[in-house]
């Protein structure tokens, strides 16, 4: 195992002082992709997908759960497994507690192609509360680039062989009444990094809802800044 070299103080606090310029600098292109990525066009879904939960049968609007954006992982799970994917529980195992993205009106859930009779057992094994879905019977994870039937025209992460196969991936939908708009997904090392409130709300059309952020016209009184008098402890939210 290679270690990092031992200086004086002097010399790391010019070695970190060199690397905040360039750190700083990706925060502002961040900051740029993200704005970008506000600005992207939307898709309206006019399919009726109809999934089973914890309280049953579930169309694509009730995951929304009243509130106008929802966010959606893809949790590699097929029907013929046994066990949801190793990868798809570590990243699930990092998702923070959900009050402070709804209360940001941004619901979170977690859709599989199992059936919930397998993923009800599993989840309960994992621990999680968070609301998980079965797409079993709909191809909602086909629609959306996250099941496959082959390898045909996959992407180069996915290898060769026509084989059926998942991918890891997010998705993101904005809710106009009872119109729902697709805004953006992404897949596999997309997802590096993701989990906390932020980098979540950081995927939406609506993002954080901050002053500050670009475009204009989306921020709302939802919009809680780190240290800011309207964030709270998660459980201090009306909602």
């Known amino acids: 195992m290679t270690l990092p070299r031992i200086v004086s103080r002097e010399e790391w606090h010019a070695a970190r002082e060199e690397l905040l310029v360039r750190e700083k600098a990706a925060t502002r292109a961040r900051d740029a992709l993200n704005a970008d990525r506000r600005r992207l066009p939307m898709v309206e879904i006019d399919t009726e997908y109809v999934f089973e939960g ?3 049968k579930a169309t694509l609007l009730d995951l929304f759960a009243g ?8 949790f590699m799970f097929a029907p013929e497994w046994d066990a ?3 990868s798809c529980s570590a ?3 990092q998702i923070g507690h959900l009050a402070h993205l709804r209360a940001r009106g941004t619901e979170f859930a977690v859709i599989s ?3 919930y009779t397998k993923i009800l057992p599993f989840k309960a094994r994992m621990g999680w509360t968070l609301p998980w879905y079965s797409s079993y019977g709909n191809d909602f994870n086909y629609g959306f680039q996250a099941s496959f039937a082959t390898g045909a025209g996959a992407d180069d992460e996915n290898g060769e062989g026509g084989e059926p196969y998942e991918r890891p991936g997010m998705s993101c939908f904005l809710r106009e009444r009872e119109r729902i708009f697709h805004t953006y997904s992404t897949y596999a090392r997309g997802l590096d990094g993701l989990g906390s409130t932020t980098s979540l709300l950081d995927l939406t059309a609506l993002g954080r809802q901050e002053e500050w952020e670009q475009p204009e016209g ?3 009184s939802l919009g809680a800044p ?3 008098e309207r964030l709270r402890y998660h459980d201090e939210y009306e909602d």
Do not use: E, N
């Open 67 to 74: 509130r106008q954006q929802l966010i959606v992982y893809h």
């Open 218 to 220: 989306r921020a709302s």
């Open 84 to 86: 949801g994917c190793r």
């Open 226 to 228: 780190a240290g800011s």
């Open 113 to 115: 192609r199992a059936p």
């Open 91 to 93: 990243f699930v195992d």
């Open 54 to 56: 914890g309280d049953g």
